[in-house]
Protein backbone atom coordinates (compact mmCIF):
# COMPACT_ATOMS: atom_id res chain seq x y z
CA UNK A 1 0.00 0.00 0.00
CA UNK A 2 1.56 3.49 -1.46
CA UNK A 3 1.76 6.06 1.78
CA UNK A 4 1.47 9.35 1.35
CA UNK A 5 3.02 11.79 4.13
CA UNK A 6 2.33 15.52 4.44
CA UNK A 7 4.46 18.08 6.25
CA UNK A 8 5.50 21.51 6.72
CA UNK A 9 1.92 22.96 7.55
CA UNK A 10 0.99 25.67 10.31
CA UNK A 11 0.07 28.83 11.53
CA UNK A 12 1.46 32.11 9.58
CA UNK A 13 0.37 35.61 9.36
CA UNK A 14 -1.49 36.86 6.24
CA UNK A 15 1.61 37.98 3.19
CA UNK A 16 3.73 35.19 4.90
CA UNK A 17 5.21 31.74 3.30
CA UNK A 18 4.72 27.80 3.92
CA UNK A 19 6.08 25.20 2.38
CA UNK A 20 4.35 21.85 1.91
CA UNK A 21 6.15 18.26 1.53
CA UNK A 22 4.86 14.94 0.65
CA UNK A 23 7.10 11.81 0.68
CA UNK A 24 5.47 9.08 -1.24
CA UNK A 25 6.55 5.48 -0.94
CA UNK A 26 4.96 4.88 -4.68
CA UNK A 27 7.96 2.61 -6.70
CA UNK A 28 6.62 4.06 -9.43
CA UNK A 29 6.37 7.83 -7.94
CA UNK A 30 8.84 9.40 -11.32
CA UNK A 31 5.82 8.29 -13.48
CA UNK A 32 3.14 9.25 -11.57
CA UNK A 33 0.91 12.69 -11.28
CA UNK A 34 1.61 14.51 -8.13
CA UNK A 35 -0.70 17.34 -6.60
CA UNK A 36 -2.15 19.64 -4.02
CA UNK A 37 -5.33 20.14 -2.67
CA UNK A 38 -7.53 21.71 -0.13
CA UNK A 39 -10.21 21.56 1.94
CA UNK A 40 -11.75 24.23 4.05
CA UNK A 41 -14.38 23.63 6.89
CA UNK A 42 -17.60 23.51 5.59
CA UNK A 43 -16.25 23.04 1.99
CA UNK A 44 -15.62 20.54 -0.85
CA UNK A 45 -11.99 19.49 -1.40
CA UNK A 46 -10.41 21.10 -4.03
CA UNK A 47 -7.38 21.16 -6.76
CA UNK A 48 -4.58 23.79 -5.85
CA UNK A 49 -1.59 22.26 -8.38
CA UNK A 50 -0.77 19.39 -9.92
CA UNK A 51 2.36 18.36 -11.80
CA UNK A 52 3.05 15.53 -14.62
CA UNK A 53 5.65 13.12 -14.77
CA UNK A 54 6.98 15.20 -17.55
CA UNK A 55 6.70 18.18 -15.63
CA UNK A 56 3.11 19.78 -17.19
CA UNK A 57 1.74 22.33 -13.98
CA UNK A 58 -1.54 23.33 -13.55
CA UNK A 59 -2.24 25.71 -10.92
CA UNK A 60 -5.82 26.72 -9.56
CA UNK A 61 -6.85 30.45 -10.63
CA UNK A 62 -7.09 31.07 -7.33
CA UNK A 63 -3.56 30.54 -6.49
CA UNK A 64 -1.62 31.03 -9.45
CA UNK A 65 0.99 33.46 -9.51
CA UNK A 66 1.44 32.36 -5.65
CA UNK A 67 2.22 28.98 -5.48
CA UNK A 68 5.01 26.63 -6.82
CA UNK A 69 4.52 23.07 -7.15
CA UNK A 70 7.72 20.90 -7.82
CA UNK A 71 8.72 17.36 -7.25
CA UNK A 72 12.24 15.60 -6.83
CA UNK A 73 11.65 12.00 -8.31
CA UNK A 74 14.74 10.71 -7.02
CA UNK A 75 13.73 11.70 -3.27
CA UNK A 76 10.33 10.97 -3.65
CA UNK A 77 8.94 14.00 -2.98
CA UNK A 78 6.32 16.53 -3.76
CA UNK A 79 6.25 20.43 -2.45
CA UNK A 80 3.98 23.10 -2.69
CA UNK A 81 5.99 26.47 -2.05
CA UNK A 82 2.76 28.80 -0.54
CA UNK A 83 3.87 32.81 -0.92
CA UNK A 84 1.43 35.70 0.11
CA UNK A 85 -0.80 33.86 2.06
CA UNK A 86 -4.24 34.77 2.56
CA UNK A 87 -6.31 33.99 5.59
CA UNK A 88 -8.69 32.41 2.61
CA UNK A 89 -5.85 29.60 2.30
CA UNK A 90 -6.61 28.20 5.29
CA UNK A 91 -7.17 24.65 5.22
CA UNK A 92 -6.29 21.03 5.39
CA UNK A 93 -3.57 20.44 2.82
CA UNK A 94 -3.72 17.23 0.72
CA UNK A 95 -0.88 15.43 -1.30
CA UNK A 96 -2.51 13.30 -4.01
CA UNK A 97 -1.18 10.87 -6.54
CA UNK A 98 -3.14 9.24 -10.00
CA UNK A 99 -6.77 9.54 -10.78
CA UNK A 100 -7.86 12.69 -9.11
CA UNK A 101 -5.07 14.99 -10.02
CA UNK A 102 -5.02 12.93 -13.68
CA UNK A 103 -8.63 14.44 -14.03
CA UNK A 104 -7.88 17.37 -12.61
CA UNK A 105 -4.87 18.15 -14.53
CA UNK A 106 -7.22 16.84 -18.04
CA UNK A 107 -4.49 14.58 -19.05
CA UNK A 108 -4.96 10.30 -19.72
CA UNK A 109 -5.81 8.63 -16.94
CA UNK A 110 -3.13 6.74 -17.40
CA UNK A 111 -2.55 5.47 -13.84
CA UNK A 112 -6.22 3.78 -12.07
CA UNK A 113 -4.69 4.54 -8.49
CA UNK A 114 -5.66 7.21 -6.42
CA UNK A 115 -3.44 7.75 -3.02
CA UNK A 116 -4.52 10.46 -0.43
CA UNK A 117 -2.27 11.61 2.38
CA UNK A 118 -3.65 12.60 5.52
CA UNK A 119 -3.32 16.28 5.40
CA UNK A 120 -1.78 19.12 7.11
CA UNK A 121 -3.22 22.08 8.22
CA UNK A 122 -2.25 25.34 7.11
CA UNK A 123 -3.89 28.78 9.03
CA UNK A 124 -3.26 32.32 8.01
CA UNK A 125 -4.00 34.90 10.57
CA UNK A 126 -4.85 37.80 9.43
Known amino acids: QVQLVESGGGTVQAGGSLRLSCASS????????AGWYRQAPGKQREFVAG???????NYANSVAGRVTISRDKDKKMAYLQMDSLKPEDTAVYYC????????????????????WGQGTQVTVSS
Open 96 to 115: NEGASTQQAMKVPLIYQYDY
Open 26 to 33: NHIFSMSP
Open 51 to 57: ISSGRTI
